[in-house]
């Protein structure tokens, strides 16, 4: 026995299916505003740009937090369709963890006008201590030591 479902698009060129929608879903380029000269890669090369022009669906809205990253739907396959970091949040100190050696992370972000490098340590320091590769105009790279 099968449980018929309707399965909704999420490609380019497929159909969108939302609601009993029949538009084609296509890639939304007229909002692009690529800035990958200065700052590669730029959010408008990372975010996702497919949408329905006949619904108004776009792949964005779908999105959901989930372990700091935002997460497209999944596809009937189980696969999220896309993933992408969060966006930093710059009225508090904020920040998203990378890789760096066996010893090491690195903890890149954001923190609000008037903090004071003492003030994102006490919140980024590794367990044994750290430093600042850059600190300024309300960025920051810091190496925290962890082992």
Same mark, same amino acid.
């Given at each position: 026995?099968?449980?018929?479902?309707?399965?909704?698009? #999420?490609?380019?060129?497929?159909?969108?299916?939302? &609601? %009993?929608?029949?538009?084609?879903?296509?890639?939304?380029?007229? &909002?692009?505003?690529?800035?990958?000269?200065?700052?590669?890669?730029?959010?408008?090369?990372?975010?996702? =740009?497919?949408?329905?022009?006949?619904?108004?669906?776009?792949?964005? &809205?779908?999105?959901?937090?989930?372990?700091? #990253?935002?997460?497209?739907?999944?596809?009937?396959? %189980?696969?999220?369709?896309?993933?992408?970091?969060?966006?930093?949040?710059?009225?508090?100190?904020?920040?998203?963890?990378?890789?760096?050696?066996?010893?090491?992370?690195?903890?890149?972000?954001?923190?609000?006008?008037?903090?004071?490098?003492?003030?994102?340590?006490?919140?980024? &320091?590794?367990? #044994?201590?750290?430093? #600042?590769?850059?600190?300024?105009?309300? =960025?920051?790279?810091?190496?925290?030591?962890?082992?």
């Amino acid at each position: 026995m099968s449980i018929a479902c309707e399965e909704v698009g #999420f490609g380019v060129g497929q159909v969108c299916s939302r &609601d %009993g929608c029949a538009g084609i879903i296509e890639e939304n380029d007229r &909002d692009r505003n690529c800035s990958c000269h200065i700052s590669p890669p730029c959010s408008s090369c990372t975010e996702p =740009r497919e949408w329905c022009p006949q619904c108004g669906w776009k792949l964005m &809205d779908d999105e959901k937090p989930f372990n700091g #990253f935002l997460v497209g739907p999944v596809n009937p396959d %189980g696969a999220w369709t896309h993933w992408r970091p969060r966006p930093l949040d710059p009225t508090r100190i904020d920040w998203h963890s990378k890789s760096h050696s066996n010893s090491s992370m690195i903890k890149e972000g954001v923190y609000p006008e008037g903090t004071t490098q003492a003030e994102v340590r006490a919140v980024v &320091d590794g367990t #044994f201590g750290g430093r #600042f590769e850059s600190f300024g105009n309300g =960025r920051f790279k810091f190496i925290a030591y962890t082992d």
